[in-house]
């Protein structure tokens, strides 16, 4: 029987981080067994906030190497360069036809990054949407393991495929969220605010080539107050953050310990956040130990990405062929 099909990307952007990897990396690991996975490096993407290419190279194979390291077999999936694949850009090219500023222009994510670079609102960070779209349906993937702050996108993706269907003939499946049947994961910054970012608060954020005692110096930093006053109080937001952090890779007699602390206001938040970074620390090292060993070694990363756009690039032919044809560019 046919596996089904999986896409998913990760910016080029700077080193993977904790919600890169529980937002998606875990999934794809187990993914790798059951479908056929096409995870690719979203270098163009990266274009649109990071004009200044000069780190770009360096970025995207050290996403490679991490994503190898977590635990992607490249014999069982592909992985390759988003810009490997210039199918992608011709099917973006016929969607961005059928995609309006007035919906772009609402897009939260569009929203946050006018804000974030307001002199450098360009027409890719516009259809930034609509070039996910294209990557996603290039393989007509079904499933797409996606953090909760990409959900919005992927209603965009099926609005897009919808539309596309609707207008020139069905082809395209609508892709939906998978996540196991668990609920879609937003990992939460240290500070309390928001989520864990490549680009902002980066002291904030756990990043899986972070160093021993830099994972320490982070949590130790995390937001706390002076505990709770009496028994059973309510727990403030960013101290459930720590919480949902320590479930994340802390044994769970260790989370109910200081869950019980808490509930009977005897919570030392000092030594939670010593026990937190301990188990981060043994979570981080051995991932970002075999990421440098598989950096170290760039003929193995340009041979995986070659491979990978191989691969890509014949699934992504046969469904650009079939793209023309219903839109009528047939000619000869």
Not at 131 to 141: E, F, G, K, Q, Y
Not at 150 to 157: D, S, T, V, Y
Not at 242 to 268: H, P, Y
Request: contains cysteine; neutral net charge; glycine residues 6%.
């Amino acid at each position: 029987m046919q596996k089904e099909i999986v896409v998913s990307g990760i910016r080029s952007t700077g080193n993977l981080h904790l919600g890169n990897y529980f937002g998606a990396l875990r999934n794809y690991v187990r993914m790798q067994e059951e479908f056929n996975c096409y995870f690719f490096v979203a270098d163009w993407h990266a274009l649109t906030t990071h004009p200044d290419t000069k780190e770009l190279r360096n970025s995207v194979l050290n996403v490679v190497a991490e994503n190898m390291a977590a635990g992607l077999d490249t014999e069982k999936v592909c992985l390759y360069l988003q810009s490997a694949v210039p199918e992608i850009a011709e099917l973006y090219l016929y969607l961005n036809m059928m995609a309006y500023k007035g919906e772009l222009e609402k897009t939260p994510t569009f929203k946050d990054k006018v804000r974030q670079q307001p002199d450098n609102v360009n027409a890719g960070l516009l259809t930034y949407p609509v070039l996910m779209t294209a990557d996603i349906i290039i393989h007509r993937a079904k499933y797409v393991p996606v953090g909760k702050d990409q959900e919005q996108h992927l209603e965009i993706a099926r609005n897009f495929a919808q539309r596309f269907n609707h207008r020139y003939g069905e082809l395209f499946p609508e892709p939906v969220a998978f996540n196991y049947g668990e609920q879609l994961v937003k990992i939460p910054s240290l500070d309390g605010g928001g989520k864990m970012s490549k680009s902002e608060n980066q002291f904030a954020t756990l990043y899986l080539a972070d160093e021993d005692d830099l994972i320490r110096k982070k949590v130790m930093k995390a937001k706390t107050d002076s505990g709770p006053t009496e028994p059973n109080s309510q727990m403030p937001d960013y101290i459930q953050n720590i919480f949902g952090l320590m479930r994340l890779v802390s044994e769970e007699s260790t989370v109910q310990k200081f869950s019980e602390d808490f509930n009977s206001a005897s919570i030392r938040y000092g030594d939670m956040k010593k026990q937190l970074a301990e188990d981060m620390v043994k979570f981080i090292a051995p991932i970002r130990e075999k990421a440098k060993e598989i950096r170290s070694d760039e003929g193995r990363l340009k041979k995986v990405l070659q491979r990978g756009a191989e691969r890509a690039r014949e699934s992504a032919a046969q469904t650009l062929q079939q793209t023309r044809e219903l839109i009528g560019l047939n000619y000869f």
